[in-house]
């Protein structure tokens, strides 16, 4: 640790300094609430000191020195005369006593904080230290505290680790956070926001970024997949979410029918009235399609009550039209009819 060295200065300013610290005691008294009753004493000794510093860089402002007998203050100074050419600060120090020889106790007060400074000899009568020789006194910095550089509580300036350390838990320390960690004391960053919606992906109101909120009430409408489209075979009404599955209209698939139906489907009609259906997949001159019957047609009527008389020559229908019907009259049964074309 360093020494401060004291430099002779003008003997007025000593003497003056002296004269203050030795007659006035009820001044520092006042500044640091340290009492000391000169007239309780019988001896008394007197001490020229300085503080040193043990950060290693001299004190410049005001520091106090206390002598104790146990708790009882027995001396008292403040080393508030700085010499900047000398980088030192000097006290005069008078040490009471009751007793010819002692053993005291040295504290330094530095702002707040009072540190240990070891012990003195007291002799009654004596005198310690000169201007060319000063005592040192040099107080004990045990400042308390997490000297753990990687601890949340690290602090720099503590001297003695009093083991307060508490270990860096990084985590998310939002309270509004998603993913908030009651056990996280260093926020890294992951906080995520509440973000309140369905989180079933089975229903419509499905949301990807949703992360809270009551479920049953978010999540009401389950997706049932099918075509949405009523012109298409596999139309489910049920559905509310498309699947592409819309592939064959009911109109393609009535005319693939008919083609595969063309060559395969036959009609037995009896004699008298009865009805037959048209099939194919294209109209066809209704003499051209059943020409191959004509000795047997008596009539064919439509749906809009036109007729066909073969006996007579007379088509007022026209054209067999697919997926009509119609009524017809044979004067005798037809087993096994297919369209004549």
């Given at each position: 640790m360093p020494v401060v060295y004291l430099h002779a200065k003008t003997s007025q300013i000593v003497r003056f300094v002296y004269s203050v610290?030795?007659?006035?005691p009820f001044v520092l008294n006042a500044q640091i609430n340290w009492d000391v009753n000169a007239n309780q004493f019988e001896h008394s000794m007197t001490i020229t000191c300085v503080v040193e510093n043990d950060l290693g860089n001299y004190y410049q402002e005001s520091i106090s020195i206390g002598v104790f007998d146990g708790q009882t203050c027995v001396g008292v100074a403040v080393t508030d005369t700085y010499f900047p050419p000398s980088n030192v600060n000097l006290a005069f120090l008078v040490v009471y006593g009751n007793q010819s020889n002692a053993s005291y106790t040295l504290k330094v007060q530095v702002d707040e904080l009072v540190l240990d400074a070891g012990t003195l000899s007291f002799v009654s009568n004596?005198?310690?230290?000169?201007?060319?020789?000063?005592?040192?006194?040099?107080?004990?910095?045990?400042?308390?505290?997490?000297?753990?550089?990687?601890?949340?509580?690290?602090?720099?300036?503590?001297?003695?680790?009093?083991g307060?350390?508490?270990?860096?838990?990084?985590?998310?320390?939002?309270?509004?956070?998603?993913?908030?960690?009651?056990?996280?004391?260093?926020?890294?960053?992951?906080?995520?926001?509440?973000?309140?919606?369905c989180m079933n992906d089975a229903y419509l109101e499905y949301n990807p970024l949703a992360n809270a909120g009551n479920q049953d009430d978010l999540c009401t409408t389950e997706i049932v997949l099918g075509c949405l489209d009523d012109d298409y075979v596999s139309y489910n009404f049920l559905a509310n979410t498309d699947d592409q599955s819309c592939v064959l209209t009911w109109q393609d698939a009535y005319l693939t029918l008919l083609e595969s139906c063309e060559n395969t489907i036959s009609i037995s009609l009896p004699s008298g009235?009865?009805?037959f259906g048209y099939f194919l997949n294209e109209p066809l001159p209704i003499n051209e399609a059943t020409f191959c019957i004509t000795q047997e047609i008596i009539i064919i009527k439509n749906y809009n009550g036109s007729v066909y008389l073969p006996e007579y020559?007379?088509?007022?229908?026209?054209?067999?039209?697919?997926?009509?019907?119609?009524?017809?009259?044979?004067?005798?049964p037809i087993a096994g009819f297919h369209f004549c074309n």
């Open positions: 610290l030795f007659f006035c004596g005198v310690l230290g000169t201007l060319d020789s000063p005592f040192v006194v040099s107080p004990v910095f045990s400042i308390l505290g997490c000297t753990d550089s990687t601890a949340l509580n690290y602090n720099p300036d503590a001297i003695e680790d009093n307060s350390c508490i270990e860096i838990v990084l985590g998310c320390t939002d309270l509004a956070a998603y993913n908030f960690d009651s056990n996280a004391n260093s926020d890294d960053g992951s906080c995520i926001s509440i973000t309140m919606g009235w009865s009805f020559n007379f088509n007022g229908i026209g054209s067999l039209e697919p997926g009509l019907g119609y009524q017809i009259k044979l004067s005798t």
